[in-house]
T-cell receptor
Framework: NAGVTQTPKFQVLKTGQSMTLQCAQD?????MYWYRQDPGMGLRLIYY???????DKGEVPNGYNVSRLNKREFSLRLESAAPSQTSVYFC???????????FGQGTRLTVV | QKEVEQDPGPLSVPEGAIVSLNCTYS??????FMWYRQYSRKGPELLMY????GNKEDGRFTAQVDKSSKYISLFIRDSQPSDSATYLC???????????FGRGTSLIVHP
């Protein structure tokens, strides 16, 4: 079972460049999330989608946009990357019931 | 102040020790309490999940929730070097179910 798949696994961007992080889940989950993880900061929620067709801001949404393309896919876009966006990005999904989130393997992004 | 507080450690223990990991929280609406384990350069994986107060045991792992004190714990008995990882607590309220995470505690179990 693939679970939650993120692409790419690694990326280096120059300041001002744009890119899209892709996430797909095969568990038929309604809810999907994007988190960033920084040393000493834990996991912080960027955006989430409670169901297909809806998206909402999390704790740290500035500089990001998201698209819930269909029930399986939830993408995160950086329009103009900044060094402060250097981080490890995790996509997760869960049922709408108890919050048992399943995570992807992460995307390590460096902005220089 | 963050909604969920967790000491980042590191916590270093000898093999076979009993490990206690803890989190405190401030949001009374939290009803679901989870512990995730994250190995280096991997995504978090769910270890234990508890609804409301009480204890839950799974093999060498025991999760405790004390809602009156807003305090949760994860105990690991007979710790092994393979338990070396970062342990993140997470909590959510009914309705949105969005997990809020602690910062994670780094655990090192040395042989």
């Amino acid at each position: 079972n693939a679970g939650v798949t993120q692409t790419p696994k690694f990326q280096v961007l120059k300041t001002g460049q744009s890119m899209t992080l892709q996430c797909a889940q095969d568990m038929n989950h309604n809810s999907m999330y994007w988190y960033r993880q920084d040393p000493g900061m834990g996991l912080r929620l960027i955006y989430y989608s409670a169901s297909e067709g809806t998206t909402d801001k999390g704790e740290v949404p500035n500089g990001y946009n998201v698209s819930r393309l269909n029930k399986r896919e939830f993408s995160l876009r950086l329009e103009s990357a900044a060094p402060s966006q250097t981080s490890v990005y995790f996509c997760a999904s869960s049922d709408r019931g108890p919050a048992e989130a399943f995570f992807g393997q992460g995307t390590r992004l460096t902005v220089v | 102040q963050k909604e969920v507080e967790q000491d980042p450690g590191p916590l270093s223990v000898p093999e076979g020790a009993i490990v206690s990991l803890n989190c405190t929280y401030s949001n009374s609406a939290f009803q679901y309490f989870m512990w995730y384990r994250q190995y280096s350069r991997k995504g978090p994986e769910l270890l234990m999940y508890t609804y409301s107060s009480g204890n839950k045991e799974d093999g060498r792992f025991t999760a405790q929730v004390d809602k009156s004190s807003k305090y949760i714990s994860l105990f690991i008995r007979d710790s092994q070097p393979s338990d070396s990882a970062t342990y993140l607590c997470a909590m959510s309220a009914g309705g949105s179910y969005i997990p809020t995470f602690g910062r994670g505690t780094s655990l090192i179990v040395h042989p």
